[in-house]
């Protein structure tokens, strides 16, 4: 289980912490939260769809894992295998918790803590935030901002009565491999969505909800690239992992943390 610990200039002050090497944590991850603003990225690699969460909510997500066991966009030598990495992600080892009075606190993941010299600095000789962790901390407070526009947009969908149960949602495989049938996710009612009137339209719209509703119908154009990633990570053992990656996704930068923008 991973153990989150505050950050504090205090108790931290001879501390400094390890930059993750790859996407390893990430591996048994199966969905992962999605931002408004990236809405137009995670289109192109993913597919989208709702899960309920408390109080008859719903959060927007990817779908990371079609066997529920393994991120099959993470290989066995912990690489992303497409280009575009979703933002809630590439934060890690930080991120932010509530803390009092609804206020949010940055957090560490207690394993990347290190006092090992050679260690990057958390903290300066003034006791403020290391410039790399201060940039860290904003992309994160940008996060978000976005992470409260798209919770609102899909609230707006919900109660407008579109998203609904997806029913006889598979993901197929080749080889005669027998199609995953995955269970408990949600999507927009398309029939639902073309029969609004123009009020209720034009009302959605105005809270980005209605972009929303598209991308997530749009996205499912993306289920037969994870049934290959499926297949793929099914047929090769950690061995058989490709040193390079171009020949499978074409050459990009996206596998590398960047926190100037999502």
């Known amino acids: 289980m991973t ?12 501390h400094g912490w390890k930059q993750n090497a790859d996407y390893g944590f990430a591996a048994a991850q199966q969905l992962v ?14 597919v989208l769809c709702f899960v309920p969460t408390e109080n008859n909510a719903y959060q927007a997500t990817a779908i990371l894992s079609a066997d529920g066991k393994s991120n099959v966009y993470v290989d066995a030598k912990g690489r992303w295998l497409t280009r575009y990495i979703p933002a809630q992600l590439r934060g890690y080892p930080f991120a932010l918790h509530d803390g009092q009075e609804n206020q949010k606190v940055l957090c560490i ?8 010299a050679g260690s990057l600095p958390l903290f300066d000789s ?7 962790v201060a940039d860290i901390l904003k992309f994160m407070t940008e996060c978000e901002k ?22 006889n949602l598979v993901v197929k495989q080749a080889d005669k491999q ?7 996710l949600y999507r927009i009612d398309e029939k639902a969505l073309t029969a609004l009137n123009t009020e209720n339209f034009a009302g959605l719209r105005k809270h980005g909800a209605i972009a929303l509703a598209y991308a997530q119908l749009f996205s499912i154009n993306q289920l037969s690239q994870l049934g290959q990633l499926t297949e793929l990570r099914r047929r090769l053992s950690p061995e058989q992992a490709p040193e390079k990656l171009d020949s499978l996704f ?7 943390i960047n926190f100037d923008s999502i």
């Open 250 to 256: 074409g050459s990009d930068d996206a596998g590398s």
């Open 109 to 116: 993941n207690k394993s990347a803590l290190s006092e090992e």
């Open 146 to 167: 976005s992470k409260a526009t798209i919770s609102a947009a899909t609230a707006e969908l919900a109660n407008a009565g579109l998203i609904v149960p997806w029913d």
């Open 178 to 184: 027998k199609p995953i049938k995955l269970d408990g």
């Open 33 to 46: 939260p999605v931002l408004m603003a990236e809405l137009s990225a995670v289109i192109a690699q993913y």
């Open 126 to 132: 003034n006791g403020e935030l290391d410039k790399k």
């Open 3 to 14: 153990s989150w610990v505050a950050l504090s200039s205090k108790a931290h002050a001879n």
